[in-house]
């Protein structure tokens, strides 16, 4: 390597030149995102293709990153109604910048000084609007799958060692969730080495919330089995279907089995800031435990979760372990990040939700809640009334599920339409499957998005479904 290659690499000038040109780019491209397709799909060949030659080249970083930001998929288009991912508020990509500057750890104090104050500031303050009591706190991980794998481990940790205190017990033990829970819980019991066979699946009602009618007789049956059920999963909401469980009736039973509660609130938990749709969370006080996405409904980019604790030092006794090159006390101290999480070396990815804490406070987020839970509930009666359509639920959150039926064959048509929307780039919605059909789903995240848009999306897909409705087969 030659010296002066190294220097460039921390070029203040160069720094300063770029970074001003990339955030007036980064602006005309937020401001005119409309202008542009929502997603300029290529086949997974053709990116491999592009970028594998592209590699070849040494070139300017600004060159690069317009390269980047012209060829992916857009968030802030007010047509992206796809994936429960957020439109980053323009603070925090700010905050981004200043996060990767610093590249502070979360594990040590000395290095996560601010870090692990600011996530014990925000836990609390969300703990507190939870209504969670005054021994609870938390942390954040790096999404909602890691920070589900975290609670679940300590509700375990916690039947083990306060509970049960029988080893031979951690053969049995057991999880219920819902049908339509999130797949991250399957996955952390999987990873823990609890079998298939001991995640209960409770089945949906009509509305596709958990049926808490079987959930005793389900306890029942798994316990009489030898299974020791040691948590129980609510969804708030689900993914699917973004409808929240009964969350009141299941903690009430948990809390009368002395089985641990855990909400999933990965996507609805900041549904709490919102006087109008805070109903929807009535019971999460009760839960031992909660997980929030800060990527999803709180504005910031990807990706940061809270894990919030009715007891916070649940977690320590959960990853205790010695570790003497890291802490002088082997013992539960908030400010070492290490002690209660998997992650070390964690990013200070809290900085991002904090900022806009400190610059709008708890009103960004009732606003936001509000314009995307009140246009869903929008898009539900365009759809209702719309004779080409039909709805497969009334809308909890921002989520819907809704299906063309002017065919023979929705399944197969629906299908086709989501494909050709994806490829010609003019929207970008997803699916899902419901009771074994195909339904197209959104999910609204932008505050630019509107009711025209709306209107927009179903005019398009009825262009595209009526000469489908004559095909066999696609």
């Known amino acids: 390597m030659k010296p002066d290659t190294l220097s460039l690499a921390f070029d203040t000038n160069a720094f300063e030149e770029t970074g001003t040109a990339l955030i007036k780019f980064l602006t005309g491209t937020f401001a005119n995102a409309d202008q542009r397709a929502v997603i300029p799909y290529k086949t997974p060949e053709e990116q491999y293709r592009y970028w594998k030659d592209d590699f070849r080249n040494q070139g300017d970083p600004l060159n690069l990153f317009k390269d980047v930001v012209d060829k992916s998929i857009l968030y802030h288009h007010p047509h992206y109604m796809g994936h429960q991912t957020a439109v980053p508020a323009l603070p925090t990509v700010l905050a981004s910048l200043v996060v990767d500057f610093l590249s502070n750890g979360m594990g040590v104090y000395e290095v996560g000084m601010v870090g692990n104050t600011m996530e014990r500031v925000i836990c609390e303050h969300l703990c507190q609007k ?43 033990l057991a999880i219920i969730t819902s049908e339509q829970s999130h797949y991250c819980i399957e996955r952390a019991a999987l990873t823990m080495g609890i079998s298939p066979d001991r995640v209960i699946k409770i089945p949906v009602d009509e509305h596709f919330r958990m049926r808490t009618d079987v959930l005793e007789d389900s306890y029942r049956v798994a316990t009489e089995a030898g299974k020791k059920v040691f948590c129980i999963v609510a969804s708030a909401p689900s993914t699917s279907t973004g409808t929240y469980d009964d969350l009141e009736t299941i903690g009430r039973f948990c809390r009368a089995e002395g089985v641990w509660f855990h909400a999933d609130g990965a996507h609805g938990a900041p549904a709490i800031f919102s006087e109008k749709y805070k109903y929807l969370l009535k019971g999460i006080e009760l839960a031992d435990s909660i997980v929030m996405d800060f990527h999803k409904m709180m504005l910031t980019p990807g990706i940061s979760t809270a894990v919030l604790l009715r007891n916070r030092a649940d977690a320590f006794e959960t990853f205790r372990q010695e570790a003497e090159y890291l802490w002088e006390k082997q013992d539960f101290e908030w400010q070492h990040g290490g002690k209660s999480t998997f992650e070390c070396t964690k990013s200070m990815s809290i900085l991002k939700v904090y900022t806009l804490f400190k610059q709008f406070g708890d009103r960004i987020f009732e606003e936001f809640i509000d314009y995307q839970y009140d246009l869903t509930r929008e898009f539900a009666r365009l759809v209702k009334v719309n004779p080409h359509f039909e709805v497969a639920h009334e809308p909890d959150s921002n989520i819907l599920c809704f299906r ?11 299908a086709e339409i989501r494909k050709r929307l994806t490829v010609e780039g003019s929207f970008y919605i997803v699916q899902t499957s419901l009771g074994g059909n195909f339904y197209l789903r959104v999910t609204l995240l932008n505050p630019k998005t509107t009711a025209i848009h709306i209107e927009k999306l179903l005019e398009t897909i009825v262009e595209i479904a009526e000469p489908c409705t004559h095909m066999k087969k696609f």
Do not use: Q, W
């Open 404 to 414: 063309y039926t002017n065919c023979e064959n929705p399944n197969e048509v629906n």
């Open 130 to 172: 939870l209504g969670m009591g005054t021994d609870a706190g938390g942390f954040v991980t790096s999404g909602g799958t890691l920070a589900t794998l975290t609670v679940i481990l300590t509700a375990r940790a916690h039947y083990m060692h306060h509970l049960s205190k029988k080893p031979s017990d951690k053969d049995k």
